[in-house]
């Protein structure tokens, strides 16, 4: 399995914005506005949360505030006696809180000094290659652990041995902490039953799944090659024949996908492989939802990992329960944008900033960074990622018959037959 990225899933202007939105306590736009007047504070040296902000700013109040912070796992409460600070998970409004060292009554504040306990779901330590990590040359669930691959928001990937086959495997084991909180073993387990029911020779393949020693994990093949994202590093952009040949493949697996009730909800170049024969592999259903599961939506309203907001539809990013599968098709439109570009459609100085501009929909046309792309083709790209879900492609289905389609126009462009 290549490396890949989730810079964003544990975002806390992000994830407290999106929360907020979806409580219907602030708009997107008063986000923005915050996000902007942080920024312009971080310049003269000053750091100031998000949530202050929008409190000076008289758009919420402090106890919206710190129940949506603790809704999110972000609220701790500050002990001015002996310094330290307490998570709290269930904040009730206009109740005490009391240390549990000197039973000095704690108080909220975001400016202090403080001796936190880092060990939490939220917090977790920044991946450094040259550390030591205790699960290589451990044995789980028949498999060596060889070396660690990638680490994202829920656990991290390793190169195995399956012990008794003699082949490599890759390895996800949930992070030790999160393994604590029965919301993420369950969303780990939703992951591996998503991907267990699909067999498709362009999504990752499960092995097994289960426990060890306290550990939970699963097996799945091992791809030799590279991700999307680092053969656009590598290249700049990639041919609009090939690009086609490629989105084609990640299409013919959402077919498969959307077909079982599965939604992938983080379509994107990092979770795209491409093996040493040319092969797509979709890879990472970490956030794959059961359309028809009702414990999807439970588990995601408990605190969830969002996307990632460079290529998350906007519907989305109103409120992640409501991703369907044109939300998919919204991804994959702006993974082509960018395999054809060279760059996402949309960019900013913060994840809010993105997808203000993915709402509006205003992007530069594909044709100014390649004049050689056809109209037909741009309008491909632009339907897929269109704002509104009802002016997408339906299904998966027809989206895949429209890039079919659209490759068989332009072969016969080509020869001359049009």
Known sequence: MAKTANRDSHNPTLRLGQELVRRRLVTLTQIRECVAAQTDLERRGQSVPIGNILVTRGIIGMEDLKETLASLGFLFLFCPTCTCEVPITNYERDRAYYCTRCSGELIFSSNRPAQRDTTGPFSRPVDDDKQADPAIGREIGGCKVLSRIARGGMGTVYLGEQLHLGRQVAIKI????????????????????????????????????????????????????????????????????????????????????????VIHRDIKPENILITSTGQVKLADLGLAKRTLDQNASAITQAGSILGTPYYMAPEQARDFRQADARSDLYSLGVSLYKMLAGVVPYDGNSPIEVMMKALQGDHISLDKFDPEIPPEAIALVDRMMHVEPQSRFKTAEICRKAIGSLQRHLAAKREGQV
Do not use: C, W
Request: no cysteine; charged share 20%; glycine share 8%.
């Open 174 to 261: 949930l992070a030790p902490e999160l393994a604590k909180d029965s919301v993420f073993v369950q969303r780990f387990v939703q992951e591996a039953r998503a991907v267990a029911e699909l067999s498709h020779p362009n999504i990752i393949h499960i092995i097994d799944a289960g426990a060890s020693d306290g550990s939970f994990y699963f097996t799945m093949e091992f791809v030799e090659g590279e991700n999307l994202n680092q053969i656009i590093q590598n290249r700049g952009r990639i041919p609009l024949d090939e690009s086609l040949v490629l989105v084609g493949q990640i299409a013919d697996a959402l077919v498969h996908a959307h077909g079982r009730g």
